[in-house]
């Protein structure tokens, strides 16, 4: 019979619905990455090409020097395989600058873009992070894009072999640019083959699919876009349509989109304090560590921390959340942050909310953006919560004293009437 920690019957048979947040259920260890089905199509090919060319390609080393020979064997193959990758780099990006997109700034520690702030990786073409402020026919220019890469990897490889076909050049140069044109035609075709990569991330191929069939992945993509659109123009998370995060979340494969759906709706559901709905976002992101990018890996160990030190007075449990963030990654107002929620769950009260100015003037040293704008408006909203838990906190404990002062005073009378 197997286990329930074997089964997705866990949350019915734990104490709680969700055993990893708190910290009942190890936070699952990342899977070793094996050969995807592009990358076995590509090795594949290329043998077998190798083989039907053997003949030819001894034919023409023959007479080749020793320099050459090492050419031939060791450097074109590399550089094949740079342009293959290269090309269809360049494709996507000619693509997205066509339909209207643009590069994404790269994360940096003192980057005040909404993708550092709030840790939502943007959205990707190959390695390219893309943003774009037009929303209208998305999923229509999203196709361009991933069909972008691929398309110029084919175009360069029949540019290629139209020039050596009608070039006069040497068997051997000709042989270069064969093997220069075979990995960029068999590099496009593998992008096209609808798949999940190592990081649970789609191929051109499953991305075309998907925006071809407009199924519910699309729908994910294009609510996921809506929502870093929203955060990158200063919208609170409150005022977001629900129906994207409906949309974002309806789907969850464990993939690289579905965990920073996740995420953004974590976002959302607590800043309208929905905690039912927040641990749940935030419990199903935690459980696919393969699919999470590593910035946003970290930021969820905080958030974890965070949440359990201020939502479930629990400076146990958020202690081990923020070991397991990597050491460094967190920049200056993210520590302040944990460091405040930490000592208010240490029953430390005042001394949280006396470091209240260093997070707000750590949040000030960012560029000003819409992004700063947000992020400085929900901490000064935490600081309103914790001036209000501050109260309640004395309120109780002046109720308490009062309890038991009446309690030691009717005591007193009746030992005194006993005496009597």
């Known amino acids: 019979m197997a286990l329930a920690s074997d089964t997705k019957a866990v949350p019915a048979c734990s104490p709680t619905s969700t ?15 094996k050969l995807t089905a592009s990358e076995y199509f590509v090795f594949s090919s290329a043998l077998i090409v190798l083989l039907t ?13 020793p320099s050459q020979q090492i050419v031939a064997l060791l450097v074109v193959p590399a550089l094949a395989v740079i342009s293959a990758w290269l090309i269809q780099q360049i494709g996507h990006i000619v693509a ?6 643009r590069m ?25 992070p893309l ?30 072999e139209f020039c050596r076909d009608w070039s006069q050049a ?42 071809l069939k407009n199924d519910s992945r699309a729908a994910r993509l294009l609510a996921l876009l809506q929502m870093q659109r929203a955060l990158k123009d200063g919208v609170h998370p409150r005022e977001w349509d629900p129906a994207w995060v409906e949309r974002a979340t309806a789907d969850n494969d464990q993939s690289r989109d579905a965990v920073i759906s996740l995420w953004l709706a974590y976002i959302w559901a607590s800043e309208r304090q929905d905690i039912t709905s927040a641990t749940r976002y935030l ?22 921390a965070i949440f359990q030190a201020w939502f479930r007075d ?38 949280a909310f006396e470091k209240l100015s260093d997070y707000f003037a750590a949040l000030r040293e960012l560029p000003e953006s819409p992004a700063r704008a947000l992020a400085e408006k929900s901490a000064l909203e935490w600081k309103h919560q914790i001036q209000s838990r501050m109260l309640t906190r004395a309120w109780r404990s002046m109720y308490n004293m009062s309890q038991q002062v009446e309690a030691s005073a009717t005591a007193g009378t009746l030992v005194s009437s006993h005496g009597n």
Not at 146 to 160: C, T, W
């Open 283 to 304: 419990e199903d992101a935690l459980a696919a560590p393969d699919a999470c990018p590593r910035e946003l890996r970290d930021r969820l160990y905080l958030e974890a």
């Open 131 to 160: 943003e774009t402020r037009k929303m209208h026919h998305l999923r229509r220019r999203l196709t361009l894009i991933f069909l972008g890469g691929p398309l110029a990897g084919l175009a360069f490889a029949l540019l290629l």
């Open 314 to 351: 629990n400076p146990s449990n958020a202690h081990s959340w923020a070991a397991l963030i990597h050491s460094g990654r967190l920049v200056s107002f993210e520590q302040k942050r944990l460091t405040m929620a930490v000592l208010w769950a240490e029953g430390k009260s005042f001394d």
């Open 96 to 101: 997205a600058l066509i339909v209207g997109f």
């Open 53 to 65: 060319a053997l003949p030819h390609l001894r034919e023409a080393l023959v007479s080749a020097s």
């Open 170 to 211: 040497s068997v051997l140069i000709q042989m270069r640019v064969h093997t220069v044109a075979a990995f960029n035609v068999l590099a496009s075709l593998a992008s096209l083959l609808p798949e999940t990569g190592h990081r649970a991330d789609f191929s051109d191929g499953a991305r075309l699919v998907m925006l």
């Open 19 to 33: 055993p990893i947040l708190d910290v009942l259920r190890a936070v699952p260890a990342a899977r070793p990455g």
């Open 104 to 128: 994404a700034p790269f994360n940096t520690a003192q980057d005040c873009d909404p993708h550092r702030l709030y840790a939502c990786d943007p959205l990707r073409a190959g390695i390219l």
